[in-house]
């Protein structure tokens, strides 16, 4: 009982194994990305998707992978082999649909919300109508893709880890912990872990395009640029194209909640239970996303 009782300590509050989870699906839902952009379904759909849209969606599939990090290790890890694998497909194609709805509703939220704040202008049905058009006409081939690509990495997650029994898998010792329940080092570290990876993200993705290397260091600067400067980066890079109060707008909302993911850090003891501690960094790593999402955003405004 004992070593039940720490191994579902460990499996369901654990910030490591959630961010762990997290990148795994963040990783699925890239490939995904890169399926819905292949020639296949290319000939099947008019192609307005590509795998430079990967990135606005982070924010909206992190969360997703961080639930399954700590849910599903404990419901394969000391199974039969086929059981495991049978659960980690189930699981990796159900968390794929959801993760193409979340996807494409990252991509059209802008317009969604739009829904709400022009609902009084002129033209307004005809507006709703395309909205919604668009986005269900990007919906299943997105959620298609991320079911297929998810249901292939989940599925070899969950026979890796299947391996494992529970009693092998050590406890965290939070004394040790890189996951503290203050304000450190770790929270500067994984906003730079971000910024280099989108960095990295972007030089390569223009790279592929066989662009100039100015044209790669331009576009890698650009997406470091997202997470320092968030929604500012888009004024900075073109001037001219007035985005300044757009830009207002999205820090508005993006800086409130980037300053309230910190809150918890500010006093340790409200952060007594790993479950908490988990909630907490999950909710940091997640805002920092959405405001790399505003950012992202307003720049593909700015430059047209």
């Not at 460990?10 to 990783?27: D, M, Q």
């Not at 450190?184 to 906003?191: E, G, K, P, Q």
Request: glycine share 12%.
């Amino acid at each position: 009982m004992e070593t039940q009782a720490g191994d579902h300590k460990a499996v369901h509050g654990n910030p490591a194994a959630a961010c762990r989870g997290g990148v795994i699906l963040l990783g699925a839902s890239l490939l995904g990305a890169i399926i819905r952009a292949s020639p296949l379904l290319r000939s099947r759909f008019e192609n307005n998707m590509t795998v430079g849209i990967w990135p606005i969606t982070l924010w909206g599939v992190f969360p997703l992978g961080a639930w399954l990090g700590c849910w599903l290790p404990a419901r394969v890890r000391g199974r039969p082999t086929l059981l495991a694998g049978a659960r980690g497909l189930l699981t990796g194609i159900v968390t794929g649909l959801v993760a193409g709805l979340a996807i494409v509703a990252c991509l059209h939220a802008w317009e969604l919300c739009s829904l709400i704040s022009e609902r009084h202008s002129g033209g307004y049905a005809s507006y709703r109508v395309s909205v919604i058009r668009s986005f269900l006409h990007d919906l299943w081939p997105m959620m298609k893709a991320q079911a297929l690509a998810m249901g292939i990495v989940v599925t070899v997650w969950a026979l890796r880890d299947c391996r494992h029994t529970p009693a092998s898998m050590p406890v965290a010792d939070s004394a040790a912990s890189p996951w503290t329940p203050r304000f450190s080092l770790t929270h500067m570290r994984i906003a730079l872990v971000i910024a280099g990876g989108l960095a990295v993200f972007g030089g390569v993705l223009v790279f592929t395009e066989r662009a100039e290397i100015s044209k790669v260091l331009v576009v890698a600067a650009g997406a470091l640029g997202t997470v320092v400067i968030g929604p500012w980066m888009g004024p900075l890079a073109n001037p001219g194209a007035s985005t300044g109060g757009l830009a207002l707008r999205a820090t508005a909302i993006g800086l409130p909640l980037l300053m309230l993911s910190l809150v918890p850090f500010r006093r340790g003891n409200h952060l007594a239970t790993l479950r908490k501690l988990t909630l907490a960094w999950c909710g940091y790593i997640t805002a920092i996303l959405f405001w790399v999402y505003l950012g992202i955003m307003v720049l593909g405004h700015s430059l047209g």
